[in-house]
């Protein structure tokens, strides 16, 4: 609708519309999202049926357990939620329904990241391989073998449905064989 959508690595969501910012943010995520090292509210994408439900979905670091800077136990996880946009240029925070929560940030580095929507009308969400792998302790970067779960949600792109579902679809459901 001509709106602009800005996120901020602190956890807000900003508004850009009719050539100016506006000056206070649709949603400020405070608490609840996690700023430290590539830790952040880190994508957005807008519903393509905006016009009629006004939702858009934002990936971001949740503070689960109470700390940020958190590495290897009781870390921040990774989010995705949708939210409902309203014509006041403001979001409830209470509008918030998580569709894809708990996907692991086990030092802070290579996260949960963009969220956009295929030509197949799914949301599909960027993860990075958290660095270090959430299993096996002292694997990290070169020897990180996470990726390679097929059950796990990290070093992926994950399409989903809008309402958080596994797409019927999708070829990777089932046990893992890795």
Do not use: M, W
Not at 22 to 33: F, H, M, N, Q
Not at 51 to 64: E, G, L, R, W
Not at 80 to 96: C, M
């Amino acid at each position: 609708d001509g709106r602009l959508l800005i996120s901020s690595q602190l956890g807000q969501i900003y508004i850009y519309q009719q050539g100016a910012l506006v000056s206070v943010p649709a949603l400020d995520l405070g608490t609840r999202s996690c700023a430290y090292r590539e830790r952040s509210l880190a994508g957005l994408a807008v519903d393509p049926a905006f016009a009629s439900n006004h939702f858009i979905y934002a990936t971001y670091t949740f503070n689960k357990f109470g700390n940020c800077e958190a590495e290897y136990t009781e870390t921040p996880v990774g989010r995705l939620s949708r939210f409902r946009l309203e014509d006041d240029n403001t979001i409830d925070p209470a509008s918030e329904q998580v569709l894809l929560d708990n996907i692991p940030s086990v030092i802070g580095v290579h996260n949960i990241g963009d969220v956009k929507f295929g030509k197949d009308g799914y949301p599909y969400v960027g993860v990075g391989d958290s660095g270090c792998d959430y299993a096996i302790e002292n694997h990290c970067f070169d020897s990180n073998g996470a990726a390679a779960y097929r059950h796990a949600l990290v070093g992926k792109i994950l399409p989903i449905t809008r309402d958080g579902d596994i797409p019927p679809d999708n070829p990777f459901v089932g046990p893992d064989t890795v």
